[in-house]
């Protein structure tokens, strides 16, 4: 009989073929998946093949996305896209997604059904952790990491204590899968998880669509956690209908599994929420900053570029004008969210409001391009980090908040909740 | 190994978009990474480094964005070794697999300024401020990681383990 394990030791046994494993046991886990983007996939590959390593350990099993600072920013950009498409044709990669088949890694993989429960994926990007949402290990590592498991389908880790975050009660109007991990984030500190699985169950987590699962997943790594998880159940199945072409490896934990620590949160009491600069650890409600004005609102990245945060922007902007002096820049993060928004009439309420559409890219989270901020701007963006020069010039700051805040925002030039302006 | 420079100290949460911002990160040429190395943070910093310096710095040293141009910028300005209170976990997987000498010593990042004079003793895992004249014991590697620190790389620990 085994040891009673929790969902993320249970992945993390089964892929290095033991029976149980333990937190704080080193092991060398099978990958299901590999991934790196146009910034991390060029060291990776130098490491690769500097190596002297021939051919990948399977083709079909690496997944490359170029997505960070495409279409092409500039010539070394452009670069460095064409070392990876290269790659991928000499390596007989076909998970290659390059301009026009392409979207932000984290929203394509699941939509694809690339990505599932019960698999270990390992990607050459910190926001990897995303998958979680579905059931699965996914976890972010380095280019030579990521050249390593290329090389040999393994990747060798240190299983993870983990901690379990229980959201009692389900959540007020307005407030989202965002609201919830920043205000967890803004609880446990941007180290409050560092190495540890965050494992995140219980009734608001139940009632919430696979959107809002991946958000929070997404932001697991800005608590320091090597993985967020959330245990499948039919919201995870209906997504993988038609989508996954493996049979899904379902897990769950144990009842007697060992947590490092629970924390409880009442679902009901958290309100919509916003990250003040420097740290994602920063949440405050977003009523308390209604002096704070903002020069440019971004709605997208892998944290909540998916159809649910355009419909939850389109909402709040319907009818509506972003306001004087305002920047507005929305992202699909897929070209089927794109095409989605375009076919529901979103992309209408967003250029009616007077907001900038663009093809998907990574783009403005990380100051690459398509809205890099000047010195003494400010931003609130949908994104995940508002570190020091995150999106532009040190001088420049970020505020974190969901879809809603941010729609709201926009139409205000100061940092609002929807129903300031929906009443 | 022994190293011994002059300490750069910083805080906690020392990002990697502050260790090398995304503008730079157009390029795998560590020396032109290293010139961008701490510039939004510390515009000083490149100017005043010097090789065999040691970066002293709190906790979740690394944190954010799992690039390895960031240990890869820091290796190249000549720091000879991290030394922090903790370090985010994918920084402290790419600095072992690059080679970049690092070590968990609680203490040394609150009581060491800037300047400081600081040995290192990696293979008994001792640092040492010399300005201020003490001496802390860092946190051992797990002998899993010791494999691939003593191969030198991941990608030499991979290649063995391929050969075989």
Redesign the interface.
């Given at each position: 009989m085994a040891e009673a394990m929790t969902i993320t030791e249970k992945i993390l046994a089964r892929a290095c073929g033991r029976e149980d494993v333990s937190a704080g046991e080193f092991v060398n886990a099978g990958i299901d998946l590999a991934l790196a983007n146009d910034i991390t996939a060029p060291l990776a590959i130098k490491e690769f093949e500097s190596a002297g390593i021939d051919k990948v350990w399977d083709p079909e099993r690496i997944a490359l996305v170029c997505d960070h600072f495409v279409p092409n920013k500039d010539i070394k950009s452009a670069e460095q896209a064409k070392q990876v498409r290269e790659f991928a044709r000499r390596q007989g990669i076909g998970r290659f997604y390059d301009v026009g088949r392409m979207g932000i890694e984290h929203v394509i993989l699941p939509e694809m059904g690339l990505v599932g429960p019960g698999d270990v994926v390992v990607g050459a990007d910190s926001h990897t952790c995303t998958y979680g949402a579905l059931g699965a290990f996914a976890t972010g590592v380095g280019s030579t990491d990521l050249a390593a498991g290329m090389a040999t389908g393994e990747v060798w880790l240190r299983v993870p204590e983990t901690i379990r975050f229980n959201y009692h009660n389900v959540t007020g109007r307005y407030v989202t899968g965002k609201d919830l991990i920043l205000a967890t984030i803004g609880r446990v500190g941007v180290d409050g998880a560092l190495y540890q699985a965050m494992e995140f169950a219980g009734e608001a987590v139940a009632a919430m669509p696979m959107s809002g699962r991946f958000t929070m997943c997404n932001m697991a790594i800005e608590a320091g956690g090597k993985n967020g998880i959330i245990e499948p159940d039919e919201v995870t199945m209906e997504y993988c209908r038609g989508r996954m072409r493996r049979e899904p490896l379902l897990f769950s934990s144990d009842n007697e599994a060992v947590y490092a620590r629970v924390v409880d949160v009442d679902a009901a009491m958290v309100r919509p929420q916003v990250a003040k600069p420097h740290l994602p650890a920063n949440a405050v409600d977003a009523v308390d900053l209604s002096d704070v004005s903002i020069d440019q609102v971004v709605i997208g990245s892998c944290t909540n570029g998916r159809i649910d945060d355009l419909r939850m922007a389109a909402e709040v902007l319907k009818g509506h004008k972003v306001a004087e002096g305002i920047r507005t820049i929305i992202i699909p993060g897929s070209q089927s969210v794109y095409l989605q928004a375009v076919k529901e009439g979103l992309v209408d309420i967003f250029i009616e409001a007077e907001a900038a559409v663009s093809t998907p890219t990574c783009g403005p989270c990380l100051g690459g391009h398509m809205g890099v901020l000047a010195a003494g701007e400010r931003c609130l963006a949908t994104t995940n980090r508002n570190f020091v020069g995150r999106m532009g010039h040190p001088e420049s700051e970020v505020y974190l908040a969901g879809p809603y805040v941010a729609a709201a925002t926009a139409v205000t030039g100061h940092v609002a909740v929807p129903q300031e302006v929906l009443g | 190994m022994i190293f011994e420079g002059k300490a750069h100290k910083y805080g906690r949460?020392v990002?990697t978009?502050?260790i090398i911002?995304?503008?730079c990160?157009?390029?795998?040429d560590p020396d032109e990474l290293a010139s961008h190395c701490m510039e939004?943070?510390d515009d000083e910093f490149i100017r005043r480094v010097k090789q065999g310096d040691i970066i002293v710095a709190g906790?979740?040293f690394g944190?954010?964005?799992?690039?390895?141009?960031a240990?890869?910028a820091i290796k190249a300005t000549g720091i000879a070794c991290v030394v922090a209170s903790?370090f985010?976990?994918?920084f402290y997987?790419?600095a072992i697999?690059?080679g970049l000498p690092i070590l968990v010593c609680a203490g040394v990042a609150a009581e060491a300024g800037t300047g400081d004079s600081i040995r290192v003793d990696l293979d008994r895992g001792e640092v040492t401020n010399l300005t201020r004249d003490k001496v802390y014991q860092a946190d051992p590697f797990?002998g899993?990681m010791q494999e691939?620190v003593t191969a030198g790389?991941?990608?030499?620990?991979?290649?063995r383990?391929?050969g075989q």
């Open positions: - | 949460d990002d978009d502050v911002p995304a503008r990160l157009v390029t795998t939004d943070m906790e979740n944190c954010g964005s799992s690039r390895e141009q240990p890869l903790s985010a976990r994918i997987r790419n697999n690059i797990p899993f691939i790389g991941l990608m030499s620990h991979v290649k383990k391929l």
